[in-house]
């Protein structure tokens, strides 16, 4: 079963994958090992029991009756002249459960006749309340619900049709239907046999004389009906009885004989497809070309003024400006000089230069000069004020040298530039106005009005440039104007700006920053002469309480400052205060106490470090303010701590008072009481003094013991609480009956129990102590005759119940008593409890043959059967009970012995016994059958029965049954007495008939229609009709249904008549 179990590796958690069932399963037991994580890793294991409970999930399962296919149905044949008690059958019931779940109780849901069958509730025999009469019916139909007492009960119903026939026919039913045509051909005379054969063989031939007399007739005028001229395949009208709603109808004209009726698809509806189909293109019709393209080239050309200087210079001279881009047109050159633009290849056209760098080309295509490399005039010509390039131009053939110069102009392409960025001057406060101090001249490399013309400096109060002018440069200065306070101003930053001439113009800038030097000219003051703050008492040490504050104007060791408190100050500020000398923090240092003082006064001193130094003086006042740091009192003056459970409300418990050393708001106490106690406190004239008393019922069994919380809270922020638990015993009194755990109890005691053997155990629980919980028991005996507690005894100390004797279920299967239990207080309580005892069924019993039964009492009989009976005919059965119920009660038929097994055969579940094939002239006139009946107990118990079975002719057979039955009023009938009577009346009547048919044939009109037609004197019967019947789709010939003189009244419908027949008042329609 492991397999079907899942543990949680971690916490031990067992879980089961699948649902137990108790009926398969009611124990099994599996071990648990638990390992440690060690190494080695130790382990120990434990064996879990598990025990299924059973639950009332199986309904009761009917044993019998059951019928061939498997339903609880059955039939009982019992003689009619039964007396009152006789049992008809036993239901048989089985449940899986046990306990109270498996006990069953039967009882009759459906009869149709209560005061004729009655139905025992436990075992489920059914028996005769009292004997048949001639008025109670043949058939009684009995409907038996098996439930069991489960909390929810499930139930089973079982069916049981009962017949009453008569003494003969009870044992020998099922024979005589089986063989009837033999039976009444081997019991019937033979001039008996042969009178009826005659009758018979007359009646037919007159029937056959009438049925030709009838189609003899002429057939002229039917063709009315048949088929007229006109005809067209359709079937005349006929008229039919209609046994449903009892009433004629004229069939019409239904159908065409010759059509055809083909079935659509689905009814009305043709599928038609539709073949066409559309189809659509879409052309794209229309293409735009837009392809206008406008380029526009555009060169301009700056024309250089070719410059005819001295002979002696240059031939040509050009000017251009520096950073002009490479390529640019300098001048045709070939064009100023006079050369043919066309020999300019041919006589190799080029400049000759002798430096490396050549910034000049000449185009051999056309004569121009241009610039070949990027000109930079401060590179090429430094300082100079002019700057010219001379270029010699070679042509050969002839070889000619011709001079060209260039003259590059400045472009303001450089901005001033000092040496450095910035530059510091440190000044003290004390120099003198008109001091000068040097600043860094700016450079420009460009020439002319490009580089410098002047130096501006940032608006000021105390500073200004003055510019010097030397042999080749400008010296600048800054010069003093006006003195200088360090405590006003620490420092300048001036800004010094170089511009040249160019334009636009071009600047450099040059950071000056002038740092003032300190002297001890300012003493140290206070941000305010006196500081007020407010601290909570009881603040923690090294809490700051304030900063004082001095600032000193001066710098470096003039402008540091030291703290320090006054020499004249209490002992105790110096023990509860400290000064930091250097952030003038002041800090807790000891534990204040609002309680102590209220305010403390300190004189703190700043002195900077100069020569001499300077200091100031204020004052600091700290005032403490109260905190609640005091949490109430409680004090108990008096307690009782113990009171009865009886005790009324009110009653005093304690005394206490309440205190607080805080003031005010802290020292208001509000004093309660948990509200979970049957406590509370009331205030006495004196505030703050209280007493508890009892507020409502107490019960030691609900709460034994009580410790009463009290609580006082001051009306500080954030409030203080005391705590007090007083400790309170509560003393019990017999207050409380003893008490079972269930009422009523049930009881499921096996019979045939040991007697003198304890079968129960009642308990009952007081809650009290002591005396008042000690408990004792007894029985409530009635002292009538029928008192069971007289076969039980009861411990009084314990409650252990035994039986004085063996129980019997057969005998009594339930009854209860009463057992009180009661407490040894004063005065003593008491209760009591119902014991429902349920006695369990044993298989204890063994089965009683009821037939056959022999006049000495054995279970014998014998059977008489004609010879010639056929496979299946039933000999006789053979009925047993069983007082137990359930399994124990339910019964099986076996053969013990037969002599042939071939021949008989037995039903195992109703004990019948049945030929299995037909006597041959080879088998034995009598055979002894051995019938043994088993119930289904754990131990089963049985009985045997003999049949001793005799074959003897059919003739016998019958009068065998005939003295077997024991009814002497069919032994003296004249069987043969009666048939001749029979015989009489029938040859009587078929003359009569034979008689008024003779008659009625040789009175009828010659008028044909009347056949078919309604005449006051016409009393024949109807023709044959034709009728089509669509449900079988064939044609049925309708036989003559009702009296041709009945009157014929039209229906509702189209083709319907209503017929009235006038023969009869009742209106029944007689059928021939």
């Known amino acids: 079963m492991s397999s079907f179990l899942n543990i949680n590796s971690d916490n031990g958690q ?57 339903s609880a149905e059955g039939v009982e044949e019992i003689p009619r002249n039964v007396n009152a008690g006789h049992l008809v059958t036993k239901v048989r019931a089985y449940d899986p459960d046990i306990g109270y779940n498996g006990w069953l109780l039967f009882s009759l849901q459906e009869v149709r006749d209560h005061s004729l069958f009655g139905l025992d509730r436990y075992t489920g025999q059914i028996r005769t309340l009292r004997s048949f009469t001639e008025t109670d019916q043949a058939e009684h139909k009995l409907v038996i619900l098996v439930k069991d007492n489960g909390n929810v009960s499930l139930s089973a119903t079982a069916t049981v049709i009962v017949k009453a026939v008569e003494p003969k026919e009870a044992f020998a039913a099922a024979d005589v239907k089986s063989s ?19 009758v018979s063989s007359l009646f037919l031939i007159s029937i056959i004389v009438l049925i030709v007399m009838q189609c003899s007739k002429p057939t002229d005028d039917s063709s009315k009906y048949l088929q007229d001229t006109n005809y067209d395949g359709t079937l005349c009208h006929s008229i039919q009885y209609r046994s449903g709603d009892k009433r004629y109808m004229l069939v019409g004209p239904r159908m065409s004989i010759g059509s055809t009726v083909v079935p659509g698809i689905n ?41 005819f200087g001295k002979h002696a210079s240059a031939q040509i001279k050009y000017t251009i400006p520096e950073e002009v881009k490479e390529g640019s047109i300098v001048g045709n050159v070939a064009k100023d000089l006079g050369l043919d633009l ?44 002019a700057c010219l390039i001379e270029l010699k131009i070679l042509v050969e053939n002839p070889l000619e040298i011709h001079y060209v110069g260039v003259e590059i102009t400045d472009v303001n392409d450089h901005s001033p530039i000092f040496p450095e960025n910035g530059q510091t001057f440190e000044i003290a406060e004390h120099t ?35 510019i010097r002018q030397s042999d080749e440069d400008k010296m600048l200065f800054l010069v003093l104007k006006k003195s200088l306070d360090r405590e006003q101003k620490i420092k300048y930053v001036l800004l010094v700006t170089a511009v040249d001439g160019g334009k636009p113009p071009r600047s450099g800038t040059l950071n000056v920053s002038v740092i003032v030097l300190d002297i001890n000219d300012n003493r ?31 710098e470096g060791t003039n402008g540091e400052i030291e703290y320090s408190l006054g020499k004249t100050l209490r002992r105790k500020v110096y023990d509860l205060f400290e000064l930091d000398r250097l952030s003038g923090e002041i800090k807790v240092k000891g534990l204040v106490d609002f309680e102590e003082a209220e305010v403390y006064k300190l004189d703190v001193q700043a002195s900077d470090k100069g020569s001499p130094p300077l200091s100031a003086e204020c004052m600091v006042i700290i005032k403490i303010a109260d905190v609640n740091d005091n949490p109430p009192e409680i004090e108990v003056t008096s307690l009782s701590n113990a009171v009865s459970e009886d005790s009324r409300p009110g009653t005093i418990i304690s005394l206490i008072s309440v205190t607080d050393k805080d003031s005010g708001a802290n020292g208001k106490i509000i004093s309660r009481i948990s509200e979970d106690s049957p406590f509370e406190l009331k205030p006495s004239y004196k505030e703050n003094i209280y007493s508890v008393v009892t507020k409502g019922e107490l019960d030691r069994e609900v709460v034994p013991h009580y410790d009463i919380t009290i609580r006082a809270t001051d009306c500080g922020e954030p409030p203080l609480s005391t705590l007090k638990t007083l400790s309170v015993q509560v003393l019990d009194v017999n207050d409380n009956s003893p008490r079972f755990s269930q009422n009523p109890l049930e009881l499921y005691l096996v019979e045939n129990n040991r007697a003198g053997t304890s079968i129960f155990s009642v308990s009952a629980s007081d809650t009290d102590l002591n005396e008042n919980a000690v408990i004792s028991y007894h029985i409530v005996r009635e002292g009538s005759q029928n008192d069971m507690t007289s076969f039980l005894n009861i411990n009084s100390d314990n409650g252990q119940i035994s039986a004085l004797k063996k129980f019997d279920f057969e005998a009594l299967k339930s009854f209860q008593f009463q057992v009180v239990a009661t407490d040894s207080g004063t005065p003593s309580l008491s209760s009591n409890v119902t014991v429902n005892v349920f006695i369990l069924d044993q298989n204890d019993n063994a089965p009683v043959i009821m037939y056959p039964v022999s006049v000495n009492g054995s279970a014998e009989g014998v059977e008489e059967i004609p010879r010639n009976v056929n496979a299946g005919h039933l000999v006789t059965k ?14 099986l038929f076996s053969l013990q012995e037969v002599s042939d097994h071939s021949l008989f055969g037995l039903d195992r579940y109703t004990g019948q016994i049945r030929t299995l094939r037909s006597f041959t002239e080879t088998d034995e006139a009598e055979h002894k059958l051995v019938i043994m009946v088993k119930d289904n ?85 109807l023709c044959h009709s034709i009728q089509y019947r669509s449900g079988d789709k064939r044609y049925m010939l309708v036989g003559p249904r009702m009296s041709i003189g009945s009157t014929i009244v039209p229906g509702n419908n189209g083709n319907t008549l209503v017929v009235s027949d006038r023969t009869r008042a009742s209106g029944e329609v007689r059928n021939f």
């Open 878 to 891: 053979v009925r047993a009970y069983d007082p137990d119920i359930g399994y124990n009660g339910w019964l």
């Open 180 to 198: 009837t045509t033999a039976e009444e051909e081997s019991g019937v005379p033979f001039y008996l046999m042969l009178t009826l054969g005659g």
């Open 524 to 554: 140290p003051m206070f941000s305010q002469d006196t500081y007020q703050v407010t601290i909570q008492e009881n603040v923690s040490f090294g809490t700051i309480v304030t900063r004082v504050n001095a600032t000193d104007p001066d």
């Open 432 to 466: 003198p106005p008109g001091t000068r101090f040097q600043l860094h001249a700016a450079r420009d490399p460009d020439a002319g009005m490009n580089s410098i013309r002047t130096y501006t400096l940032t608006p000021n109060d105390h500073f200004e440039i003055d």
């Open 937 to 1021: 107990g754990n131990v089963s118990l049985s009985g045997t029965a003999t049949v001793i079975v005799k074959a003897v002719e059919p003739k016998e057979a019958f009068a065998a049954a005939d003295v077997k039955s024991a009814a002497k009023a069919e032994e003296e009938s004249n069987v043969t007495f009666y048939l001749m009577i029979t015989l009489g009346a029938v040859s009587a009547l078929f003359i009569i008939s034979i008689i008024i048919l003779i008659a009625m044939q040789c009175s009828r009109s010659t008028d044909y229609s009347s056949k078919y037609l309604q005449d006051t004197n016409y009393d024949g019967t």
């Open 14 to 70: 067992i879980s089961a994958l699948k649902s137990f069932d108790f009926e398969t399963l009611k124990t099994f037991q599996f071990h648990v090992v638990a390992t440690d994580s060690g190494t080695p890793s130790l382990s120990s294991n434990v064996t879990v029991n598990v025990f299924i409970l059973d639950q009332n999930d199986n309904a009761p399962v009917i044993l019998y009756p059951v019928s061939a296919n498997g």
């Open 342 to 385: 066309t020999s300019l290849t041919g006589r190799r056209f080029r400049v000759v230069s002798g430096s490396k760098d050549a910034f000049f080309e000449v185009n051999q295509n056309n004569g121009v000069l241009y610039v070949h490399k990027n000109i930079d005039r401060e590179n090429l010509c430094h300082s100079s004020s």
């Open 267 to 307: 009814g009305n509806t043709l599928v038609v497809s539709d073949r066409r189909r559309t189809s659509g293109e879409i052309t794209m019709g229309s293409e735009r070309l837009c392809t206008v393209k406008v380029y526009c080239w555009g060169f301009f050309y700056l024309s250089l003024l070719l410059c």
